[in-house]
């Protein structure tokens, strides 16, 4: 294993993403192993695994994007700050497209024997990206939703991280998925990402049409 101590606090190009990202996985949320809560402290939504069949090269690892789940199942409430709603404060929709991120693979560390999509959803951030003090308190504890299994979610991929590894003990995981969190929080704060967060106008077609990809339930 590399060096886990000064591991880049950003991942992939500034000026947004680059082919094959961003890429397009949805399903229900089904149940696991129950690990992810209950040893880790981190919860995943795990999806299933058939839509990477549209992606045979697609590396196993950890990624960043953004996640919306189907109104219809599954409403978000938070007493956040008034832009905190991940819709920049606008009215255009009222489901919530969350910051998260996610890995894609075997979980080396349990020797998994089959794929597995788990999605971890982090706090909606406000538009001008995580401020220092509210990305410091979500490092203290993992973000933790009402269980919504059953209900449809999309994800839009819009970047790789790292690759998984094995690991000394489960300690060191956690670290590294802490560490993951805060990669991805400053990875989407970047103006070419956080566009995917917030739609604003001034967005380019094509964020529009994946936006509303993501938001089609
Ligand atoms: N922030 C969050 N991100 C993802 N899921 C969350 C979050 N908060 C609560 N959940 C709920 O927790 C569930 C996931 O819990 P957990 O990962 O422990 O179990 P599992 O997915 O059934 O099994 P596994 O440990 O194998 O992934 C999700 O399906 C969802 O209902
Ligand atoms: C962001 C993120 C990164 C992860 N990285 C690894 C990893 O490098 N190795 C591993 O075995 N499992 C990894 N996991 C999976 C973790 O072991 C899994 O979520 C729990 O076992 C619950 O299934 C990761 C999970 C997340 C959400
Ligand atoms: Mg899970």
Not at 9 to 16: E, I, K
Not at 29 to 39: A, L, N, Q, T
Not at 84 to 90: E, L, S, T
Not at 132 to 148: C, G, R, T, V, W
């Amino acid at each position: 294993m590399p060096d886990r101590q000064n591991r880049p606090l950003v991942a992939g190009p500034d000026g947004g993403p680059s082919s094959p990202f961003p890429i397009k996985l949805s399903g229900p949320v089904i149940k696991g192993f129950g690990r992810g809560s209950r040893e880790l402290g981190i919860p995943t939504a795990n999806i299933p695994a058939d839509g990477l069949k549209e992606y045979p090269d697609l590396e196993s690892g950890v990624y960043y994007g953004v996640v919306a789940l189907d109104p219809g199942r599954f409403m978000y409430t938070s007493g956040e700050t008034a832009n905190g709603d991940g819709n920049g404060g606008g009215k255009k929709s009222t489901t919530t497209v969350f910051p998260a991120v996610l890995s894609i693979g075997f979980n080396p560390y349990y020797k998994n024997t089959v794929r597995s999509v788990e999605i971890h959803i982090m706090a909606p951030f406000a538009p001008n990206g995580p401020a220092e003090a509210e990305s410091q308190a979500q490092e203290k504890h993992f973000h933790k939703l009402p269980d919504f299994y059953g209900t449809n979610l999309n994800l839009l991929i819009l970047g790789y991280i790292r690759p998984e590894y094995d690991y000394v003990s489960l300690e060191a995981l956690v670290e590294d998925i802490r560490v993951d969190c805060e990669v991805a929080r400053r990875s989407l704060a970047r103006d070419a990402y956080a566009c995917y967060l917030f739609g604003d106008d001034s967005s380019s077609s094509s964020v529009k049409s994946e936006r509303e990809w993501l938001l089609d339930f």
